[in-house]
């Protein structure tokens, strides 16, 4: 008998709505049994995050290294007001679909060529969402917490935000199911019992 395929649970959404502390909650439930999917970047690390627990922080020449091996699945630079910063999927050894289920986390882009890197099957989108007004006040209050707040950088990512999950965008990806955020405790709930009926 073949043994069925794990998936990838993917998690989306605009900047502030929520995703990192979604994905921290889904990552630490031990009933779902998710292995954690570690993207890279070459920006620097945010006031309490870690090497290999939020993101391996790394730099260009390491990123060129891997794209010369043919192991970046895909890669997303954004040309932020203190430089470019990269963010990149790297096939590392980190995923085997027949071991189990993971959980990675991204945007619609990256989402789309995770698909068609391990298959439409094997990527099941987790979109998160939030109402703007709510999200931008998030965004200012978690920068706030920063030693250095970053405010032209969050305006950037806030105005990029509406060109990179616009609706038409959404559609393209086919995302039918889309969970909010307004409630973290009951969007984690929720995205469980999902999670769940798709394993």
């Known amino acids: 008998m073949k043994k069925p395929m794990g998936k990838i649970f993917y998690i989306m959404g605009k900047s502030a709505s929520g995703k990192d502390r979604i994905y921290s909650k889904?990552?630490?439930n031990e009933t779902l049994h998710l292995?954690?999917?570690i993207l890279y970047t070459t920006r620097p690390a945010r006031e309490g995050e870690e090497n290999g627990k939020q993101y391996y922080f790394t730099d260009d020449s390491h990123f060129e290294e891997l794209k010369k091996s043919g192991k970046v699945i895909e890669a997303r630079s954004y040309d932020t007001v203190y430089g470019v910063w990269t963010y990149f999927t790297a096939d590392d050894g980190q995923i085997n679909l027949t071991e189990g289920s993971y959980l990675g986390i991204?945007?619609?882009?990256?989402?789309?060529k995770m698909k068609k890197y391990y298959g439409r099957e094997c990527v099941v989108p987790i979109y998160i969402e939030v109402e703007d007004g709510e999200r931008l006040i998030r965004a200012v209050k978690r920068e706030q917490e920063q030693e250095e707040p970053k405010y032209r950088e969050l305006c950037r990512r806030f105005l990029a935000d509406?060109?990179?999950f616009s609706?038409?965008?959404i559609k393209e990806a086919e995302i039918e199911i889309r969970f909010v955020n307004d409630n973290l405790d009951l969007c984690v709930k929720n995205i469980i019992k999902y999670i769940n009926s798709v394993l």
């Open 106 to 112: 991204g945007t619609l882009e990256s989402y789309q």
């Open 26 to 28: 889904l990552a630490g």
């Open 35 to 37: 292995k954690k999917l």
């Open 162 to 164: 509406q060109d990179d």
């Open 167 to 169: 609706e038409e965008k």
